[in-house]
């Protein structure tokens, strides 16, 4: 069982509306990752960080941003929210190096009205 | 591009039964690893398979690694209910780098009862 938390699991808010997605490890792992997927589809990075103050963005772009101010919390945040960001988040972490398991959290769903 | 296809996109077997599912991917990698996903929930981790390796087993799985021809293949024996959910395979970006995992699109494995 995974030691990664994300809340809220399920959100609907309105157009124009700033909602900030948290994710949370216990397992002191260094990199963490947000992943975003719709329904049936693949997964695709958006963002990244090795460590605290490290945030990099990944393949797919995405209006959101990172923060990593410790190393157990790596918030997702959306200034201003559209409906194209409808979409589930999926925010997981791992331990530094190459192709080490990547443990995932339960995922938020949001929905843009 | 994706680095990892699998094949097929939709099986439905009954219980059981033997799934066997594929991966394909494009670019050199250290290891490929297979995940699952419950519908509407995080990836959870099932196996690693490394680049010198051939052939690994835990419990009912058995993946192989071909090397020379970029593919993988995911084999679940004597199928469960349970074991309906979207299973992905997912391999290190740019071959090696640190930057996370790469996934493909999955195949949404259904077991009928």
């Known amino acids: 069982e995974a030691d990664i938390y994300q809340t809220p699991r399920y959100l609907v808010i309105g157009t124009g509306k700033k909602i900030t997605l948290e994710c949370s490890q216990t397992?002191?792992?260094?990199?963490m990752y947000w992943y975003q997927q719709d329904p049936g589809m693949e997964l695709h990075l958006i963002h990244y960080s090795y460590g605290v103050n490290s945030t990099e963005k990944g393949d797919l772009s995405s209006e959101s941003t990172v923060s990593r101010i410790r190393t157990e919390h790596f918030p997702l945040t959306l200034e201003s929210a559209r409906p194209s960001h409808t979409s589930q988040y999926l925010c997981a972490s791992s331990d530094l190096g190459a192709g080490n398991t990547i443990y995932f959290g339960e995922g938020s769903w949001l929905t843009v009205v | 591009s994706q680095q990892g296809e699998e094949d097929p996109q939709a099986l439905s077997i009954q219980e059981g039964e033997n799934a066997t599912m594929n991966c394909s991917y494009k670019?050199?990698?250290?290891?490929l690893q297979w995940y699952r996903q419950n519908s509407g929930r995080g990836l959870v981790h099932l196996i690693l398979?490394?680049?010198?390796?051939r052939e690994k087993h835990s419990g009912r799985l058995r993946v192989t690694l071909d090397t020379s021809k970029k593919s993988s293949s995911l084999l679940i024996t004597a199928s469960r209910a349970a074991d309906t959910a979207s299973y992905f395979c997912?391999?290190?970006?740019?071959?090696?780098?640190?930057?996370?995992?790469?996934f493909g699109k999955g195949t949404h494995l259904i077991i009928q009862p």
């Open positions: 997912a391999t290190d970006r740019r071959g090696g780098g640190a930057d996370g995992l790469t």
């Open positions: 670019t050199s990698i250290n290891n």
């Open positions: 398979i490394r680049s010198n390796e």
């Open positions: 397992m002191g792992h260094d990199k």
